[in-house]
């Protein structure tokens, strides 16, 4: 079957891969063929950015991970310490996670058929939904793919042409993408910059349009804790809507890990939570926790929702077996905040910069290296990877120009032995590198 497969794939390319009918031969054919698709003229513009970056030292290529999201794994085939991952709480790999999906796999099959509305609204999607709206502490739940659709699902259909949203500088794409597509006049204030805010939420307090008021819980890039009390007080204050995205702040602040809500204490203050289950959850899609009506809405509105097939059971099975987890071994959280705390003072102890100089301090187990210049970060990346390290180099336009990192991110499954071991690779190959202090009075 694969053979025969392989052989039209072959055939329609014109190529010799009919001749063996060999598939894997067949895919690296393939794969020359497309390549060599993006030197048409029409699409040479992608071709000559793709130059830009090469001569910027910003080009990348995709890391492959061999084995398991693990502390300790295979990246193109080499031994590295897995520092890169938002595998918070090891929950990627758990074994009782992998049952779970297993179980839900044998017994729902692979795929759920359809769009949530349609027909692809299994039982085990309600259960999941139910699951997190009790653990969150809120009415209900809507299940998105993914955080970032749930972010843009969300913003693009509650706000309209004629409202407004006023949303932190450094919020995540997924916010700037759904406040576009809402056609909502888009109003930034400077990082966790509260009276900015009520100076914007002022100019607009007469205005008819409803107004959105909205900052990430923690700021994935610099891993510094969002002002949601006080945004959540102006949001009453202007009668505006309030929004927090939780992605990073799930499974990591609050109790048991429900996210920043929870850690200021602003239960019923907060209209509309998005958290991701992609990243301390171990598995894939992002959910929005709010009011029943919001929920409702959303299911009627929310195009991601309407558009999109909605996860496979497996999937959902697995994100429950997680949160059961959250709530039964709230260690793991402390596992987690006692290495980060370990390891970003021995950080600062030897001299790096992990934010707080020119960038945010970071206040959570997210760990930037500030390097400032693109092309010494990503050889600095390159040179830890080489040394058994696995830490992702970060430049423009995911971060500002002139502001390009190493960001880490701890796990709870670390241990001190392997964070021992990178510290001391970080360490010497920054020095090599002129990038700590002492290598550049050599
Ligand atoms: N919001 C923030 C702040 C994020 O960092 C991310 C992930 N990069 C998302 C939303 C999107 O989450 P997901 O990966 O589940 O789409």
Redesign the pocket.
Known sequence: MVRRTAAIRGESLGSVTARGGDWRYSRLFEVKAMSQLTTRPQLAHLTASLDELRAKGTYFKLRILDDQQAPICHYDGRKVINLASNNYLGLANDPRLIEAALAATRKFGVGSGAVRTIAGTMRIHMDLEEKIARFKNVEACVVFQ????A?AGAVSSILGKDDFILSDELN?A?IIDGARLSRAKIKVFRHKDAAHCEELLKEIANEPGHKLVIT?G???MDGDIGIVDKLAALAEKYGAIMMV?D??ASGVLGRNGRGSVDHFGLHGKVDVQVG????AIGC???YVCGSRDLIDYLYHRARPFLFSTSHPPAVAAACMAAIDILEAEPERIERLWSNARYFQGELKRAGFNVGGVTTPASETPITPIIIGDGRATMEFSRALFDEGVMGTGIAFPTVPEGNARVRLILTSEHTKAQLDQALETLERVAKRMGILEPARKE
């Open positions: 993914s955080g970032f659709t972010n995540h997924s990430d923690v700021f994935s995205d992605a990073h991701t289950l992609s990243k894939l899609g992002g």
